[in-house]
């Protein structure tokens, strides 16, 4: 069976001892990827559990360097999250509610670790929001199991996703693969349960004293934890993502409120744009969790006057903008439903013998934006400036990288978990199966993004280009787009701006090649 399926017939089958177990001396939640106190449905329920009880709420939050290697997590999204967790840290004591932090060196062990803290305070109440990745979910099945054997009710709930996966599916009963009609099925879904979007309670505040008598149980083990040497920014990009990226809550809701109040209404036409400021940034607060899905999609509906409550009525920036967001169901519900996407594992099986360059050299002028294609260029040097990079570009320098370059795209997928400030797997693993045509509901495979023609049409100024590519700020004019092939060779030569190290159209032809036998053999 599937590991969400796992978990969610451990919680089940434990539901009837559960009910008989005590208050105990406090309530537990446990944080993870959800750095926030509003509308966070875990951290709610176990605040309604120990006001009930009349016990207090105690926060943990514990860390293994081994599941950062594990995700490939960024630095930057390291720095993100600490940065976030101390914003945390500083609103629950506000409330008088205690976090306790831990690092915990061999990750096998956190569980244990975990189940060791609940015996020592007395708590026999936890709570979590799912994390979707097999090995958080094989963890947190292994911790219903050994809480219950503790007398320790451990409960996790669906918080990440506005749909908990598993719940949409097709005619014929099957898990949806196309992402069009289960778009349509997540808003009918949504219209029918519109509590799925109604707004968690706040914890209320502790009595009193609550987080000294804790504070003082937990000594002075409860700091913000630090980060590992190899995870570290140098003071430079610290700062320098600092200043695009403040951390914390309150931000994710002060740009929320930026966005609906002035970019949303033209989104449907500017989005695409990398060179207009017109998207939310707000990935990298979705993926911390200092922002629910959920909320930002409410605040947009009621911000829509036109839209009568309704996802898909109104404004069209607000519909668009509510379909890009609900990829991001999509993609967990995929992660959720066909686990193996999380080993290095195409979605499509017939596309996994396709026959990949593994071209160092390649690689690196990918990494550095040194290709040679200007929009290429831009995009990986704005991963290279902002941890960040436009969703447009996302697709165009993907498809570059596994269709002109024929590298391995999983090689791509690991190189954006590694720099993004935003990564998160399913959305990631998502766009990289879409741009390489591997993934679920993918570009058709003979589908090749033209970089030169992507670059005409969504920058068209070149005003993108020119920010991200200071060699190429003095090129006027439709140049920009391809110097050495429209008339600014002196310029670009003059600059140090390399030549295309491919040419696209042969490049093209090879790899249609290569998709057609490899689906040959496959
Ligand atoms: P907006 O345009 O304001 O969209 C609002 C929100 O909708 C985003 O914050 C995001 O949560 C969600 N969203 C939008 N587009 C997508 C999409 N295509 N797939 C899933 N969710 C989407 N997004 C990540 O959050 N983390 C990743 O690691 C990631 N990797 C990607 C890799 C590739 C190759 C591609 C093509 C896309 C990837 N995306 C990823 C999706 C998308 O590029 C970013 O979510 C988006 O650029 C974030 O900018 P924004 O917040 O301004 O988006």
């Known amino acids: 069976p599937r590991p969400l399926t796992i978990l969610d017939q451990t919680l089940k089958n434990t539901e009837n001892d559960r009910r008989k177990i005590a208050a105990g001396e406090c309530v537990v939640h446990w944080f993870k990827r959800d750095l926030r106190i509003t509308d966070n449905r875990g951290l709610s329920l176990a605040g309604s559990k120990a006001k009930e009880a009349g016990v207090p709420l105690i926060c943990m939050f514990v860390v293994s360097p081994q599941d950062y290697e594990a995700h490939c997590t960024s630095k930057a999204r390291v720095d993100f999250d600490l940065r976030s967790l101390q914003v945390l840290k500083e609103d629950l004591e506000g409330l008088d509610v205690p976090l306790y932090t831990a690092t915990i060196e061999d990750r096998k062990n956190i569980t244990s670790h975990i189940l060791g803290k609940c015996k020592e305070w007395g708590a026999k109440h936890m709570f979590c929001n799912i994390e979707y990745e097999v090995d958080e979910l094989r963890r947190e099945t292994t911790l219903v199991k050994k ?50 979007l109604a707004e968690c309670p706040a914890p209320v505040t502790n009595h009193s004293g609550a987080r000294q008598k804790f504070t003082s149980l937990f000594g002075d083990s409860n700091p913000i934890p630090s980060t590992p040497p190899n995870k570290s920014l140098s003071s430079e990009d610290r700062s320098r993502l600092l200043s695009y990226w403040p951390a914390g809550e309150h931000e994710a809701r002060e740009r929320l409120n930026r966005f609906l109040e002035t970019r949303i ?184 993004f033209n970089p030169l023609l992507q670059s005409e049409k969504f920058d068209a100024q070149g005003d993108y280009i020119r920010k991200w590519v200071p060699e190429l700020r003095s090129i006027e004019g439709k140049a920009v787009h391809d110097p050495y092939g429209r008339g600014a060779m002196k310029e670009a030569e003059r600059s140090g701006y390399p030549r295309p190290m491919v040419e696209h159209k042969g490049a093209r032809e090879k790899a249609l090649e290569r998709y057609k036998n490899g689906l040959g053999r496959g």
Request: aromatic fraction near 14%; hydrophobic fraction near 35%; glycine fraction near 8%.
């Open 147 to 196: 809480c219950l054997e503790a007398g320790i009710n451990f409960v996790a709930v669906h918080d990440d996703v506005v749909v908990p996966p598993e719940t949409l599916v097709t005619g014929a009963g099957k898990q949806y693969s196309v992402y069009s009609p289960w778009y349509r099925s997540w808003v009918k879904h949504i219209h029918a349960h519109p509590h799925l």
């Open 265 to 448: 209404p033209k989104y449907k036409d500017t989005r695409n744009l990398p060179g207009e400021n017109s998207t939310s940034l707000l990935s990298v607060h979705f993926s911390a969790g200092t922002l629910a899905s959920r909320t930002a999609i409410r605040r947009a509906v009621a911000a829509n006057k036109g839209s009568n409550g309704k996802l898909d009525a109104g404004n069209q920036g607000t519909i668009t903008w509510i379909s890009e967001l609900a990829w991001r169901d999509f993609y967990k519900h995929v992660l959720a439903h066909w686990p193996y996407v999380c080993m290095s594992k195409p979605f499509k099986y017939e596309y996994a013998d396709i026959e990949w360059e593994y071209n160092d050299e390649h690689f690196r002028r990918w990494k550095q934006g040194k290709t040679g294609f200007p929009i290429v260029d831009a995009a990986m040097r704005q991963i290279l400036g902002m941890s960040y990079c436009h969703n447009r570009c996302r697709m165009i320098v993907a498809s570059f990288f596994a269709k002109d370059l024929l590298l391995d795209w999983r090689q791509g997928e690991k190189y954006f978990m590694e720099n993004l400030i935003d990564g998160d797997f399913a959305s990631n693993n998502g766009g990289w199966g879409f741009s390489a045509s591997t993934g679920v509901d993918p570009q058709p495979y003979f589908r090749i």
